[in-house]
């Protein structure tokens, strides 16, 4: 069994099973999510008798590195990993604003990490991380969508994509500051596991990262967004759009077909009144397809009102889908035009597209 499947009251639980006290599983909590453990030989303040019984019952590492890749200027690395049951997965670390970045190393974890130093202003270490092997939505333009969908991930496997840069980027005295569930998968469809690894990655006497540093991306599953409402998480939502008309949105997206625009709205709407926090639209800026002023101003009339931002991307190439990126000319025309309609946008331009980085790229060229 993966250990990071487990919360810390399963955990409590064995250890109570094996006779051990019950301060244990609070040390073996604290060495996996705070000193970053992932060998029982680093556990030095246990007993050789229970580091041995945790190498026999658990497994530490679920992920072998099928292969990593760099972006040419050495911000952007992306890891494809293989889980134990032979499905890939990737998970993407974008290290924005620090002109002083040390090189990461290799892969895997440091042998003699460095104490962690205060966290720099302004410096930004973004994680995108999968939820699933595979996706069951098929959208039309995405690399994870065009290969179909394999499994759920567990939250342990979640978790530990999130542990194993942490690990890597304490080797060069950083930390993660953001989570992104924007990787492989769609994390409303794989409710549980997703809400528990968020919990796990909370945890105050653990990992202690704040649900207001992660964002979960969803295709818009309405009863799930009503549930997530109806829990007040303070985790950041975000909804992909990409259509403003119902066919429209079914031609790019099968998952049209089973929820409305208006719904996904009227969820949004609860959303905002339940929390109080802001909804996050994205839009794929295909060429010719949802990119004209038109579709901006029609937009900017639905959005009218609900508390909301757009982030907008020009579309990342895939082999299966012949849709064009819009320039940044026309990208930035987009902008304009839903901000003077009142619709604050944002148009982040493409980071690691000489890596692959777009959702599900990496494993669809390893897979090929
Ligand atoms: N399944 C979730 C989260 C993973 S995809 C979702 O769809 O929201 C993360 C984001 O990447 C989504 O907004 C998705 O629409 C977008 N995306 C997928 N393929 C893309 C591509 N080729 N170019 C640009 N954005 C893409
Ligand atoms: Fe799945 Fe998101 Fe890709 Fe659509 S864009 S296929 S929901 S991962």
Redesign the pocket.
Known sequence: MLIYDLDLPALTKTLAEWGEPAYRAKQIWQGLYLHLYDSPSQFTSLPVSLRNRLAEEFTFNPFTVKTFLDSSDGFTRKTLFQLPDGHLIEAVLMRYGDPADEPLPPSGSPQNPRILGERKRGVRRTL?IS?QAG?A?G?V?????QRGFKRHLTSGEIVAQVLYYARMLKAVNESVTNV??????????NYDNVMAAIDRLNDREGFNFGARRIT?????LVPQIRRFADEKRQVNL???L?AVDDDERLAI?PVAKRYKIDEILDACRYYTAQTGRRVTF???LISGVNDTPEVAAKLAQRLKGLLCHVNA??????AG?SGK?TDRQRAELFKKTLEQAGIPCTIRM?RGIDIQA????LAGSVLA
């Open positions: 995108c939820t996706c939505m959208c333009f995405c690399a994870t969508g992104v569930l924007m990787g492989m998968g769609e994390p409303f469809h979960l991306s969803t295709v818009g975000a909804i992909s990409h997206m994205e839009w794929a991307i020009p579309l990342n190439p895939t889908y990126a493409r777009g959702c599900g790229q």
